[in-house]
């Protein structure tokens, strides 16, 4: 044991006698985690702010209109008065605040608000000056009205930040008084057309974010309670302490105390700290916005909260017969914390045993907690090495309950044992942990927590550890099929949205963003209305065509017997689900899906339609090598040699490279592409020794590429267009390969800007080439919606999807 040194030391007094705590002195100022949310979310406001001014400006510009017509309406009287106490209150209630907190001997606090002051001050005149320079145009209107005004108040925002850095707010007839003087100054600013609506806004926006950047940049007075604090409401609760010791914080960063009592009991006392409520709030948000209902927490709670919450959840599980150490006492400790003690037990976290410790007797009595919790619809939610101890008899307790749920329904209760699954399975491996819970949950149990064994489903340290070894979950789902052969348990979506989800949102932006302002030079009815309608009429057949293309092309890669009907109506249904997944996956979903409901195997279906990704991409890349050869020896004058196309060829050359020079992203893409196209080998082989497959296979991957391509070339001569074949095919299968790649739901977006980029690079006119590429996606990505939602909805029925 360390020696203890005096600063170790905090000194408890009360009537009975001195107890020395030993403890190291807490810091006398602390970064709060709730001043850096504040900040952030401060930020997050400023640029909405601007974002929707820019969006309403006619609204915006409106508002301020009518604030400034009723304000110059006020009496002169009014307005003088207004502006010489708005302007000496704003400068008198700081000072005064100042002054009352040296007489308490504060200083530090007024330090913190001059600080604040003088960087708000900084940072309003470097704004005003880059608003005025170099700013937006129309955030300058916006801000100032086009008259000779401050974009940002340089009066207000300094105050603003000094009454947040000082935290006025916490004192209410100092609030009060702020927020008069602030609000008569900025009447007498508004009606002498001093300043406008939003930069009003803008201005405290600024000052709020200078004044929480100061807060957790400098620190904030430490108002956590000591020790002696804690001892002191231990002896409001009847306990008599002799001794106290602060040992390791819990997994929440919470304080733990081991007091002695005067009757040689040990309790262990937990001390919440109110400033620690938001400590890892952002985790928490993104977590609670990423999962769905039944599995998210509250992101922030009170202090009461979750003090309530934690005792709550004790007391259930003691009731339970679960081994848990027994809550005595529950109290708050001032305004800042409260606490929780405990009977002390001498344990240690199974994080510290050694693999070879994990007996089948320990596997077994850890298994057994687990089963009285859930017996009483008590859900854990934190079951880790760090949360699951033994004693020297090797006796399990389960501790850190607060997170808990009671009343848990069956998803949390599956969620459990997942958990635990996965994290005995890094240590005992999958077969161990999975036949020790068998032994004591039942098949049918684990059965059901198998669709639950997803890496976002585990708690932070587990999901690492499943992340670094990628066959651990798979493992574990083996072990149960092998133990519950016939198990049919339907998947359970935990996330509410993936993250790719989200990339596909801001792509999705960011495309619009860039081609709205290009397709507003469209007409867009008139692409419909001035096409050729013969033209347009080869274009719907070709369209039909390629769904016929690829059913036959599927049937090529199949040994087993496929009704050509349904296979066509299975590829129909794609361009319905195209709509919410990108394109080269939507395809590939709905076809394995249809392949298993005829009968073929999960691993021969994958492969199946792994080997017609795999001959379609080489058939893909043989065509725009041998189209584009073609297109730089013709001598025709709507294609020069393609030097735009050579450029974008060296590019995407460029960027392989760079993807397999760095190893993570290598990383990514082979162990995508190994689990795609594992198994295509052997099933092309069985392909091969069928001429007839053979010939639909090739039939139906050429026929698929040629009816697009005759499509957009259609299109092309619907509106007028001249372009060689040979061009429209380079620019279809350049595209079609960007738009495959992009998480964009078919490709929406990167399929229209290379299409159209490509047809104008082939000489043709922009409006021309932007026609007929609406047209085009109009006929091979919108028209067959409704008609794939039909034929989702029928195969549905018919149990063939």
Not at 408 to 427: F, P, S
Request: proline letters at 4%.
């Amino acid at each position: 044991m360390r020696g203890i040194k005096e600063q170790d030391l905090t000194l408890d007094t009360p009537g009975q006698g001195a107890v020395l705590v030993v403890e190291p002195l807490l810091p006398q100022r602390i970064r709060r985690p709730s001043d850096a949310l504040r900040f952030l979310l401060t930020l997050l406001a400023l640029g909405a702010v601007v974002l929707l001014a820019l969006a309403l400006q006619r609204t915006l510009n409106g508002l301020e209109t009518d604030v400034q017509a009723g304000t110059t309406r006020a009496p002169d009287v009014l307005s003088g008065a207004a502006g010489l106490l708005g302007g000496v209150a704003v400068l008198i209630v700081p000072v005064a605040f100042a002054v009352e907190r040296v007489f308490h001997r504060d200083g530090m606090r007024v330090t913190q608000g001059l600080i604040a002051a003088i960087l708000a001050l900084l940072v309003s005149y470097a704004l005003d000056e880059w608003l005025v320079q170099a700013g937006p145009a129309d955030l300058v209107q916006l801000l100032t009205g086009g008259r000779e005004v401050e974009p940002l108040n340089s009066v207000l925002t300094p105050a603003i930040a000094y009454a947040t850095a000082v935290r006025m707010s916490r004192r209410p007839n100092w609030r009060a008084l702020m927020w008069v003087a602030l609000g008569l100054d900025v009447f007498a600013l508004f009606t002498a057309t001093k300043v406008t609506a939003l930069g009003v806004i803008l201005t405290y926006i600024v000052g709020l974010a200078v004044g929480f950047g100061t807060l957790y940049g400098i620190g904030s007075a430490n108002t956590r309670p000591p020790g002696s604090a804690v001892l002191a409401a231990l002896r409001r609760l009847g306990f008599t302490p002799v001794s106290a010791r602060r040992v390791e914080d819990d997994s929440s960063g919470s304080r733990r105390y081991l007091v002695g009592l005067a009757d040689d009991r040990r309790i262990d006392v937990t001390v919440l700290d109110r400033d620690r409520q938001v400590a890892g709030v952002l985790y928490r948000l993104w977590r609670r916005f990423l999962l769905n209902n039944e599995t998210r927490r509250r992101a922030i709670r009170s202090l009461r909260a979750e003090l309530e919450r934690e005792a709550l959840m004790a007391y259930a599980a003691q009731a339970a017969g679960v081994r848990l150490p027994r809550l005595l006492a529950t109290s708050e400790v001032g305004t800042e914390a409260a606490l929780l003690a405990y009977e002390h037990v001498d344990t240690r976290p199974v994080s510290d045993l050694r693999d070879e410790d994990f007996d089948d007797e320990l596997l077994a009595r850890m298994w057994e907690q687990v089963r009285l919790l859930h017996a009483h619809r008590l859900a854990h939610r934190h079951l880790t090495g760090e949360s699951i101890h033994v004693d020297a008899r090797r006796n399990v307790y389960l501790v850190d309950a607060r997170s808990g749920e009671i009343a848990a329904g069956d998803l949390l209760l599956r969620l459990d044992i997942a958990q635990l699954l996965a994290y005995l399975g890094t240590r005992v491996g999958a077969e161990r942990s999975v036949g020790s819970a068998a032994k004591v949950l039942g098949e049918d149990t684990l059965a059901g927590a198998m669709p639950l064994l997803q890496r976002i489903a585990l708690s932070r340290d587990t999901r690492t550890a499943a992340r670094r070894d990628r066959k651990l979950l798979p493992a574990i789902r083996e072990q149960i099929v092998a133990l519950k052969p016939k198990v049919e348990v339907e998947e359970v979506r935990l996330e509410r949205f993936r993250p790719r989800t989200l990339v596909t949102i801001i792509l999705s932006v960011i495309a619009a963003y860039l081609l709205l302002p290009q397709l507003s030079k469209v007409n867009l009815v008139s692409v419909v209305t001035t096409a050729n309608w013969a033209w347009s009429g080869v274009a719907l057949a070709a369209a039909a065509l390629s769904y016929v293309a690829a059913a036959i092309m599927l049937r090529g890669f199949v040994p087993e017997p496929l009704p050509l009907g349904r296979t066509v109506l299975a590829q129909l249904a794609g361009s319905f689900v195209k709509l919410v997944a990108p394109a080269a996956v939507g395809g590939v979903a709905i076809n394995t899906r249809y392949l298993q409901k005829r009968g073929v195997p999960p691993g021969a279906a994958v492969a199946s339609v792994g080997a017609s990704q795999l001959v379609g991409l080489a058939m893909h890349i043989m065509l725009l090598l041998l189209f584009g050869y073609l297109t730089g020896t013709q001598a025709a004058p709507s294609l020069t040699p393609s030097r735009g196309l050579l450029m974008v060829l060296l590019g995407v050359a460029v960027l392989f490279l760079i993807v397999l020079a760095v190893r993570p992203l290598r990383r990514v893409i082979t162990s995508r592409v190994r689990a795609m196209f594992s198994g295509v080998i052997p099933r092309l082989l069985d392909v091969v020794q069928s001429p007839r497959k053979i010939t639909e296979a090739v039939i139906g991957t050429l026929l698929l590429t040629l009816s697009f391509v005759i499509c957009l070339a259609a299109c092309v001569r619907a509106f007028g267009g001249e372009a060689s074949f040979t061009a429209v095919a380079v620019v279809f299968l350049a595209g079609n390969a960007i738009g495959s790649a992009a998480p964009t739901p078919g490709g929406l977006g990167a399929v229209e800007a290379s299409l159209s980029l490509g047809l104008t690079v082939a000489g043709l006119p922009y409006t021309v080439a932007t026609s007929a590429v609406l047209l085009f996606r109009l006929m091979t990505f919108w028209l067959p919606v409704l008609p794939g939602w039909a034929s989702f909805a029928y195969l549905q029925r018919q149990n063939a999807l």
